[in-house]
C-alpha cells in the first residue's frame, strides 16, 4: 500500500492543496485572495512547497477565480516541470471575458493561462480541457472510464 501525504497549504483565503504518492505529485489550485499588494509571506509558502527539481505529475484547476489560481505561475517556475494539467474547457467568449479581466488587474499571466494554456506551461505539459455536460453539471459517474495513476504517470 502506498503512503499519501496530503497538505493544505496556508495561503489564507484561497486554495492550495496537494498530495505526495510516494514518486508522484498531485496539487489542486494554487491561489489566494487578490490584492494589490502581493504577498511575500505566500509566494514564499508557493516557492518552497515543492524543491526546484521536482516535477508535479498532475495539476487540477477547479475554476478561474484568482484565489484558486492568482499563484500558479509561482508554482509553475518553482519546479523542474508540470506535467500534466486538467483544467474547465472555456469557450472562447469567456475567455475573451475573463482574459480582458484579468488584463484589467494586471495580472496578464493569469490572462494567458486562460487564453492560451499551452503557451502559459509550455510544450512539454499535456492540457487536458474538462467540458461540463449540456445539463450544466460534471458528468462524473457517467460511462467515464477510471484513469490508472500509473498510466499518467509513464509506467
Partial sequence: ???????????????????????FNVVYDCGTQYTKRADKGIKRTVETSFDKDEEIDILFISHFDFDHVGHISTLRDSVKKIKKVILPLLHDD??????????????????????????????????????LTENGESPIGENLESIDIDSLNGT
Avoid: C
Fill in 1 to 23: 500500500m502506498s503512503k499519501i501525504m496530503r497538505t493544505f497549504h496556508p495561503v489564507g483565503q484561497g486554495a492550495f492543496y496537494s498530495e505526495r504518492h510516494e514518486n
Fill in 94 to 131: 469567456i475567455k475573451i471575458l475573463l482574459s480582458s479581466f484579468y488584463n484589467g488587474l494586471g495580472a496578464t499571466e493569469i490572462a494567458t493561462l486562460i487564453s492560451n494554456p499551452q503557451e502559459f506551461f509550455g510544450d512539454e505539459t499535456t492540457i487536458i480541457e474538462v467540458e
